[in-house]
Nanobody, 124 residues
Framework: QVQLVESGGGSVQAGGSHRLSCAAS????????MAWFRQASGKEREFVGA????????NYADSVKGRFTISRDNAKNTVYLQMNSLKPDDTAVYYC?????????????????WGQGTQVTVSS
């Protein structure tokens, strides 16, 4: 079993930056591929980005490519989402997810464990 706890949500002005963290416990962190998803009010959950267990490979949704960066610190069992040039359309609940499937997939079906989510609100 893996527990994921996101932190760092809050309100930010458009054009600003913000960083989310997700702390994992319950399994060797280096055996998990990690991802961030988000869900805006009234919309389906969507893929934001993912990072391989070693941190050597990342994958991003087109909507955030060049603005968001995922990184991880396996010594701290933590994955991060650095968000720059934020837009009001980035407003959503952001979820951290973990996969044991050895693939940094964009589909939620490949992720076995989920955090509770943290709200990010971007105002114009």
């Amino acid at each position: 079993q893996v527990q994921l706890v996101e932190s760092g949500g809050g309100s930010v002005q458009a054009g600003g930056s913000h960083r989310l963290s997700c702390a994992a416990s319950g399994r060797i962190f280096g055996t998990l591929d990690m991802a961030w998803f988000r869900q805006a009010s009234g919309k389906e959950r969507e893929f934001v980005g993912a990072i391989s267990r070693s941190g050597g490979t990342t994958n991003y949704a087109d909507s955030v490519k060049g603005r968001f960066t995922i990184s991880r610190d396996n010594a701290k069992n933590t994955v991060y989402l650095q968000m720059n040039s934020l837009k009001p359309d980035d407003t959503a609940v952001y979820y951290c997810a973990a996969s044991v499937a050895a693939m940094i997939a964009s589909s939620a079906k490949w992720y076995n464990y989920w955090g509770q989510g943290t709200q990010v609100t971007v105002s114009s």
